[in-house]
């Protein structure tokens, strides 16, 4: 099944993506990106 997930990039989308494709679904994600910065920054060594 063709599965969209809107807000893929939070916390309950990046959780969420993973389990339908390992259950065979074929997943869209959409986001906006509106916490894209935070992620990067806290990647970064300090």
Do not use: C, K
């Amino acid at each position: 099944m063709r599965v969209l997930v809107t807000g893929n990039e939070g916390y309950i989308g990046s959780i969420l993506v993973p389990m339908l494709q390992r259950a065979g679904h074929e997943v869209v994600g959409l986001d906006v990106g509106l916490f894209y910065g935070v992620w990067r920054w806290r990647r970064l060594p300090v």
